[in-house]
Structure formats: structure tokens, C-alpha cells
């Protein structure tokens, strides 16, 4: 099975860069050539919602502040200026070993210095 | 709009069973898989489950083989989870998804989550 494994994260100072790293225990490309791995952010009390698909492709309601890359089996979500609403939980998930399953990174927790 | 909103959850003895359902609005819900995943405690996420459209296939984290089954209606909008011979390490809040396969895999709507607790 895949693991994801996600750094963790020093105490953010408002409007300084974030980043943080998903690494996979094996490369993420599909047979189809494509790299099925989000990102999803976990606010406090909040379902997750997701960010990021496909390693770099940022959904519309996500602000430009964030963005991602990657590939094979590292991968990176940044933000540039962090805000105090990004408080909360990053998650990197895989698609690509779906069937049978996904699997979900541990968990970074972003918070406020 | 669209909108992933769940029922069920509670409270159940080990050994029981609960349902949860879910329902899909402001998309075409029989266009969609639909997938649960769950959250103990303090803890990070973990697939459970999800059905194809037309409910012809159904995959399953190895934990819950056997003692969750996921089903849908889509003349409803629903898709429930049964989950039977509840353990402890059921305890979770629970959440569905609409998964996005589009070119793509990934869960793009959530529901608000139900808490299950199992425990005598």
C-alpha cells in the first residue's frame, strides 16, 4: 500500500510563506500518465475541502496564494502569504493505487505564531 | 448549487449497527461515484468506501470488509452507509463525498459529517 508522509509545520508568522511537503512511499504517475494526487484543508470544526487536484491544479474558489507542484513522489503546497483564515490542517491524498483504495497523508497543522 | 448534506449517526453498542445516508443536490447525483470517509478523534482521514453511479461496484478499506456496505438510490439522490458489527475503532466522525473522476480523482464536495460513537 502507498503511505503519504507530510512534514510538520513551525508556527507560521502572519504574511510569511508556508510550505509543506507530501512524500510518497511510491511514485504517484497512473498507467494513464497522470499524477492523481489533491491537497485538502481542514479548518477547525470544518469538513475537509479540497484545494488542489492533480498535483498543481488549484480549484477556482482557492485563493492564488496557494499553489503546488511536484511529481513521481514528492510533492509541495505553498503558500505565499498565509492569512489567519488558513489556520487549520493540510492533507495530501492518492488516487492514483484507486482500486482498490486512496490514502491520505497524515495531516500538517498550520498555525498562527 | 451544489450541496452534500448527511443524516444518521449516534450513539451504538459495540456489536450493533447504525446507517448513515447522504444526499446529493445541484448536480446530476446518478453522474457521480460517491465515497465516505472518516475521522476518529483528534486523528487524520481515512477512506471507508465509495460506489460507482449505477451502484455496479463498490471498494472497501480492508477494516471494514465484510461489516459496512455502501448503496445508493439514485431515483433519491441517496447513498447510505450500513455498517454493522460496530467496533470501538468505528468511532469516527463520518463523511461523504461526491468523488470527481472526470480526468481527475478527487473529492470535491463534503458533507457536514455525522459522529458515530460506538461504546457500551
Known amino acids: 500500500d502507498i503511505v503519504l508522509t507530510q512534514t510538520p509545520l513551525p508556527p507560521v508568522t502572519l504574511g510569511q510563506p508556508a510550505s509543506i511537503s507530501c512524500r510518497s512511499s511510491q511514485s504517484l504517475v497512473h498507467s494513464d500518465g497522470n499524477t492523481y494526487l489533491s491537497w485538502l484543508q481542514q479548518r477547525p470544526g470544518q469538513p475537509p475541502r479540497l484545494l488542489i487536484y492533480k498535483v498543481s491544479n488549484r480549484i477556482a474558489a482557492v485563493p492564488d496564494r496557494f499553489s503546488a507542484s511536484g511529481a513521481g513522489t514528492d510533492f509541495t503546497l505553498k503558500i505565499s502569504r498565509v492569512e489567519a483564515e488558513d489556520v487549520g490542517v493540510y492533507y495530501c491524498m492518492q488516487a492514483t493505487q484507486f482500486p482498490p483504495m486512496y490514502t491520505f497523508g497524515q495531516g500538517t497543522k498550520l498555525e498562527i505564531k | ?120
Do not use: H
Not at chain 2, 452507509?81 to 473529492?107: G, H, I, P
Open chain 2, 1 to 120: 448549487e451544489v450541496q452534500v448534506v448527511q443524516s444518521g449517526g449516534g450513539l451504538v453498542q459495540p456489536g450493533g449497527s447504525l446507517r448513515l445516508s447522504c444526499t446529493g443536490s445541484g448536480f446530476t447525483f446518478s453522474n457521480f461515484w460517491m465515497t465516505w470517509v472518516r475521522q476518529a478523534p483528534g486523528k487524520g482521514l481515512e477512506w471507508v468506501a465509495n460506489i460507482k453511479q449505477d451502484g455496479s461496484a463498490k471498494f472497501y478499506v480492508d477494516s471494514v470488509k465484510g461489516r459496512f456496505t455502501v448503496s445508493r438510490d439514485n431515483a433519491k439522490n441517496l447513498v447510505f452507509l450500513q455498517m454493522n458489527s460496530l467496533r470501538d475503532e468505528d468511532t469516527a466522525v463520518y463523511y461523504c463525498a461526491r468523488e470527481y473522476k472526470n480526468n481527475d480523482d478527487s473529492f470535491d464536495y463534503w458533507g457536514q459529517g455525522a459522529l458515530v460513537t460506538v461504546s457500551s
